[in-house]
């Protein structure tokens, strides 16, 4: 029997991936062209079955790059010329705010010790700040950031661009377009999709940005925005995209949309309720984010009590279910427990009851 995974990425894949991957194979759509209208028409289904799922308006483009990380990049070097504000609270948020550093950015950061999320009142944003950077949902403590805190910060912060990492909470994070300027993901996480290919949202505040730093900052390159924004008028990409990634991609979001987003988020929910409800009255495990609104809904980070980490893997392993291990020094310590869509509730159900019995 084929193991389920519950790892944060990559992850479970889909449960119809493996039909339209056949699908692609058939179709021939992996040798054709680039420059063909057949991709321009897959592009084109691709943006407006993401603009559906999102709840995009008019004004937003989408782009698609090789990765999340690189969006972290692309996003410093055309949307900021000097200065950048990072809300820090663990490795992936932190990459963020790593990344304005290497690109010589003046980068200032709310920091808060790993595993715990943010009270927003004790973030204050310095008025130079082109670019507000957090994280949705911190893949390596298992910490989320509530929307509506998200949203808060676009209020009171106006006119910075507020950019948000999504990788991991999207598509359950129900973030307000009209109000977060550019969001990215990349799609073996929550979309359960197999790696190499990072999307890319972005608002028309984001393309004034990046135009009125045109001759100023990063101007050239393949992937400068002014390209993205140039190719995409036509559905194209400046250079030969993961065309099977995109295929994917448009076929399980339309899936999605098809199943619909309030019951992806409430089976989501349901799952997590599980997951916590065991650790809270488990003798072996305990959450290890403190505050119940702060625990991530679809990365659930476990203390391992009385015995490493490792062994719990690797006896599930041995029954099909692959867990997570923990991040970077709490490798010994914790479990990370993906609930992505993939995961049905009876695979969810399956590995609590896996977990009783240790
Ligand atoms: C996985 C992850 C990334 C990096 O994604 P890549 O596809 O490896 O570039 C960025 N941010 C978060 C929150 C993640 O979980």
Known sequence: ?????FTPGPAQLYPTVERHLQQALNSQVLSQSHRSQGFKDLYKRADAALKELFNLHAGYEIYFTGSATEIWERSLQNLTARHSFHLVNGSFSGKYLEHAQWLGREADAHQVPFGEGFDMAQVHVPMQAELIGIAQNETSSGVCTP?????????RYPTSLLSVDMVSGAPYAQLDFNLVD???FSVQKGF???AGLGVWLVNERCLAKAASLQGQQYTGGHYSMAMLHEFYQQFQTPCTPNVLAIYLLTHV???????GLDTIRK?????ADMV???LEE?????PFVQEPAHRSPTVLVAEVHGKPASSVISKLKEQGLVLGSGYGKYKDQHIRIANFPAVSEAEMERLIKALKLL
């Open 1 to 5: 029997m084929a193991s389920v995974y």
């Open 147 to 155: 929307v509506t805190d998200i949203h808060a910060l676009k209020a």
């Open 182 to 184: 550019t969001a990215f």
């Open 192 to 194: 359960g999709l197999p």
């Open 253 to 259: 979001v339309e899936d999605m949309l098809v199943k």
């Open 267 to 271: 089976e989501t929910e349901a799952k």
């Open 276 to 278: 916590y409800g065991f």
């Open 282 to 286: 488990s003798e072996l495990f305990s």
